[in-house]
């Protein structure tokens, strides 16, 4: 055999293979740059960023530790005021302001609390001077942190 064909045959199996290489190099690549967006993608998933605290939030947060955390620990869950307004006449903000302001005037015509004081065994504390505002203020508190654990 001519030498000279031999070394045409080298050299396009030479450049047959490094382009080949070149094409699973480029692969490899891009699938690695495809993966580090897909975890950023679920770290941002993970990680939820904390919500800017509102006005009102910043308030029902003094509100709620001063008057209502002794009894209510808002990050214990048994019993737990997270996610109040889901359940018994709470979805209705006046029934709240009674509530808050004469639990034991409003419990004479609600079940609902009358079975809340069978469980716990004590009466909660009336507040009759906070305000309507500032009882929406605790609400918005509590609710920033149901939200944002
Ligand atoms: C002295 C303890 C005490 C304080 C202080 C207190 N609570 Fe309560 N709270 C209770 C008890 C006990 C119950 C369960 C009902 C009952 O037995 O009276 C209750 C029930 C509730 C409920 C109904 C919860 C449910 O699961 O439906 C809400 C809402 C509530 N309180 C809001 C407040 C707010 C707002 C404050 C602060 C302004 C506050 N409480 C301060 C003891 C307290």
Redo the contacts with the bound molecule.
């Keep these: 055999m001519n030498k000279q064909v031999n070394y045409i045959i080298y050299a396009m199996l030479l450049s047959l293979s490094l382009l080949i290489g070149y094409f699973f190099i480029d692969k490899i690549a891009s699938t690695k740059l495809l993966n580090q967006n897909q975890s950023s993608i679920s770290d941002t998933k993970i990680k939820k960023p904390i919500p800017p605290m509102s006005e009102s939030v910043v308030l029902g947060k003094t509100?709620?530790n001063n008057?209502?955390a002794?009894?209510?620990q808002i990050h214990k869950d048994d019993?737990s005021?997270l996610g109040?307004e889901q359940?018994?006449p709470?979805s209705d903000r006046q029934n709240?302001y009674s509530?808050?302001r004469n639990?034991e005037a409003f419990m004479k015509n609600d079940k609902y609390?009358q079975e809340?004081?069978a469980r716990?065994g004590?009466?909660?504390?009336a507040?009759p001077d906070?305000s309507d505002m500032e009882?929406d203020a605790?609400v918005d508190y509590i609710n920033y942190v149901g939200e944002s654990r």
């Design positions: 509100y709620f008057k209502c002794p009894c209510h019993p005021i109040f359940r018994g709470w709240l509530w808050v639990p609390t809340l004081k716990y004590s009466t909660m504390l507040f906070l009882i605790i």
